[in-house]
C-alpha cells in the first residue's frame, strides 16, 4: 500500500493521542480503521516499519496490546510532503499540507539545495519576490539581469577587467579609428526554439533595438549594422567607439528573436543561453538545460526558484544577498574565487558589491536644497550616523560605510561644514528594496531629531525610473543604489550615462556635463582602462554634493554541504550553470 493511502489510515489513530502508551486491542484498532481484523494487522506492520508508530500486540483473550503513535499527523504530512519535494512532485506535495501555503514554504526552505532525480541533477532555491518578464529589452532590477546571463547569450562577454571574451561571435575585431566593429559568428547557433541565429537576425535585433528609447541615446552613433556574409555583422559609427565590445556585453544587449521585443505581458521567452525558461509563473521560475548551448554544457539539469514571504526566509540552505547572513554563527568566509571543493560543509562565501547605496538630492523639484543646505544635511547624514541609526531601529544588514560609488575608488573626504536651515518637511523617495527602505527610515528618524518630519514615498523600481523620465520625480530626497553587472567596466559607464534617476536628479547643466564626459571616455579609452577613467567623473558627484554615498552592500551565499564548488556571482546568486554532485 502506497504512504498515502496508509497517511488516511493513521489520521484515524492520532485522535488517541501521540507518544504515549496506548493499551488496546486489535478489535478496537480495527473497528477505529473501519476494516477487518486481519487487514488492521497488516496495516499496522506496514506503518510499523516505517517508523510512524510502535506495536506490541499481546496473545490471548482480553489481552490489551501497547500501541505508541511516533508522529503528529502534521509532522507525517511534512515528511510525506518533503519526499515528493524532492522528487519535484510540488502539486502534490501541496495537497498533501491540505494547500497549506505557509507548511509548503518551510519544506521549500529545508529542501533547498542540489537533489538527483531519475539521474539529473536539479536545485531548488527559494526569493523574496516574483521574477519579472524575463527579456534583456526592459529595465530590470539586479536579481533580473542575473537570470538573463543564465538564460541569454551576447555577442561578446567581459570580464572584471575589462578584457572580452568569446561567446555567439567566436572572433572580432575593432578599425585603428574605432568607427567599424566586425563580429564573426559561431556557426550552428540555434535559439531555444530552434530558429537559427545568423547575422540577419542580429542585424534585425539591432535595428529594433535602436528604435527603443532606452537604447536611443547609447546607439545614437550608430549609423549602420550590415550582414555582409551569414556568419559576420558589421557595425559602423559616426564617432569612434572603442569600448562597443563592452557595450554589447552588457545583459541588455543579450541576442533574443526580434519578434520577442515588444511590450507584451507572457512570461512566454525564447533565450539563446545555457538555461531555457520551462515555467515561469508568480509563485515559481523552472529553467532546465539547453543541450545546444553553444558552449559547455550546464552541468545543472534544472533548476525551480520558488517566492517565499521574506519573513520566512530564515534558516535556509541557501541564501542569496540577504541582509545580515553575514552574522551567522560557525561558519567560515571565502572569496567567490577560491576553490570551496574541500571546504567546511557550513560554509559561507561574502563578498563587497560593485556598487554602492547612495542619497540623491534632486535639484529639479520646485523644493530642491540649495548647496549650502546640501552641504549640511551631507555632513549629518553621513555613513557612520545612517549606520548608527539602522542599529538603533535593529534594521542593519550586511554592509560597509562608503567613501565613493565603487568600493575600488579612492575615499572623497569633505571638510567640516557650517550649520544651514533646512526645510521643516523633507520628503524621501525609495524603491521597494528593503536595504533602501531601512536606510529611509534611519534617514527619517535623524531629521526627525533635528525637528523635521520627513515622509517616505517608496515605488517599484520601474516606477521611479518612469518617474525620473516624465520630470515627474517631485521628492527632495532620492535614496537608491547602482549595481555593477559582470561586465563592471562597461556596466560602470552606462549606469551613468543612462541612468534616469540620476540625471535628472543633477540638473539639466550637470547632466549635460556628465555626458559630455563620457562621450569623450568613449571615443579616446579602451575598454580596460574605463573604470580609472570615470573615477574623477565619480568623485565630482560627492565633491559637488549631487550625492551621499552611503553603504557597499555586503553579498553572502550561504550553503551548508548541499553544493560543490559553487561560486557567488556578482549578484550574490550561486553560480548555477557549474553545480554538480558527487552522488
Not at 506535495?93 to 505557509?102: C, E, G, P, R, Y
Not at 567640516?416 to 518637511?425: C, D, E, G, I, R
Request: proline letters at 4%; charged letters at 20%.
Amino acid at each position: 500500500m502506497s504512504d498515502l493511502n496508509l497517511l488516511r489510515y493513521y489520521a484515524r489513530l492520532e485522535p488517541l493521542g501521540v507518544g504515549e502508551t496506548i493499551k488496546t486491542a486489535l478489535p478496537h484498532i480495527a473497528e477505529r480503521l473501519f476494516t477487518s481484523h486481519r487487514h488492521a494487522r497488516n496495516l499496522l506492520n506496514q506503518m510499523q516499519q516505517l517508523e510512524w508508530l510502535s506495536w506490541s500486540p499481546k496473545v490471548g483473550r482480553n489481552q490489551r496490546s501497547a500501541l505508541v503513535l511516533n508522529l503528529t499527523l502534521s509532522d507525517l504530512k511534512s515528511q510525506l510532503a518533503s519526499k515528493r519535494i524532492l522528487q519535484g512532485k510540488y502539486e502534490l506535495a501541496l495537497t498533501i499540507l491540505d494547500n497549506d501555503q505557509k507548511a509548503f514554504g518551510r519544506l521549500l526552505q529545508s529542501t533547498s539545495g542540489a537533489t538527483l532525480r531519475e539521474g539529473l541533477l536539479h536545485i531548488q532555491l527559494t526569493y523574496k519576490r516574483s521574477f519579472e518578464r524575463l527579456v534583456p529589452h526592459q529595465l530590470q532590477r539586479s536579481s533580473e539581469r542575473y537570470l538573463l546571463r543564465q538564460i541569454y547569450c551576447c555577442l561578446v562577454s567581459s570580464d572584471s577587467e575589462g578584457h572580452l571574451a568569446p561567446e555567439l561571435a567566436h572572433h572580432w575585431q575593432c578599425d585603428d579609428n574605432g568607427l567599424q566593429w566586425t563580429f564573426y559568428l559561431r556557426p550552428g547557433l540555434t535559439f531555444h526554439n530552434g530558429a537559427p541565429i545568423d547575422a540577419d537576425s542580429i542585424v534585425s535585433l539591432f535595428a529594433k533595438l535602436s528604435t527603443l528609447p532606452n537604447y536611443r541615446s547609447e546607439l545614437t552613433h550608430l549609423v549602420s549594422v550590415s550582414s555582409p556574409l551569414t556568419n559576420k555583422v558589421v557595425f559602423e559609427f559616426s564617432k569612434p567607439d572603442l569600448g562597443f565590445g563592452g557595450l554589447v556585453s552588457d545583459v541588455k544587449y543579450a541576442i533574443q528573436p526580434t519578434s520577442q521585443v515588444n511590450n507584451a505581458n507572457h512570461f512566454t521567452i525564447v533565450g539563446s543561453g545555457a538555461f531555457e525558461v520551462r515555467e515561469h509563473q508568480d509563485d515559481r521560475l523552472c529553467l532546465q538545460a539547453f543541450d545546444r548551448y553553444y558552449g559547455c554544457r550546464a552541468l545543472t539539469d534544472q533548476v525551480t526558484i520558488w517566492k517565499l514571504n521574506e519573513k520566512e526566509l530564515t534558516g535556509r540552505q541557501i541564501q542569496t544577498n540577504q541582509p545580515g547572513v553575514e552574522t551567522g554563527n560557525g561558519c567560515q568566509y571565502q572569496l567567490s574565487r577560491t576553490n570551496i571543493s574541500h571546504s567546511h560543509p557550513n560554509t559561507q562565501q561574502s563578498r563587497i558589491e560593485d556598487g554602492c547605496m547612495f542619497i540623491l538630492y534632486n535639484q529639479a523639484t520646485e523644493k530642491a536644497l540649495d548647496e549650502k543646505q546640501r552641504r549640511y544635511l551631507s555632513s549629518l547624514l553621513n555613513p557612520k550616523c545612517v549606520y548608527h541609526q539602522l542599529e538603533l531601529n535593529q534594521t542593519l544588514f550586511g554592509c560597509e560605510e562608503a567613501q565613493n560609488i565603487l568600493p575600488l575608488w579612492r575615499s572623497v573626504l569633505r571638510p567640516q561644514v557650517s550649520q544651514a536651515t533646512l526645510p521643516k518637511n523633507i520628503n524621501i523617495a525609495v524603491y521597494d528594496y528593503n536595504a533602501l527602505n531601512h536606510c529611509a527610515f534611519a534617514v527619517k528618524d535623524i531629521l526627525a531629531k533635528m525637528g523635521i518630519k520627513a515622509k517616505i514615498n517608496t515605488y517599484s523600481y520601474r516606477q521611479l525610473n518612469e518617474l525620473a523620465q516624465a520630470s515627474q520625480l517631485k521628492e527632495s530626497l532620492v535614496i537608491t543604489n547602482i549595481n555593477l553587472d559582470d561586465n563592471r567596466h562597461s556596466s560602470a559607464f552606462y549606469n551613468l550615462y543612462t541612468n534616469p534617476v540620476l540625471h535628472y536628479c543633477i540638473g539639466q547643466q550637470a547632466k549635460q556635463w556628465l555626458v559630455n564626459s563620457l562621450e569623450q571616455i568613449r571615443e579616446h579609452t579602451p575598454l580596460t582602462q574605463y573604470l580609472d577613467a570615470i573615477e574623477p567623473i565619480a568623485s565630482t558627484f560627492i565633491h559637488q554634493y549631487w550625492l551621499t554615498p552611503l553603504f557597499h552592500h555586503r553579498q553572502t551565499l550561504r550553503f551548508h554541504g548541499v553544493l560543490n564548488n559553487v561560486e557567488l556571482t556578482n549578484w550574490g546568486w550561486p553560480d548555477i550553470k557549474n553545480v554538480w554532485s558527487t552522488d
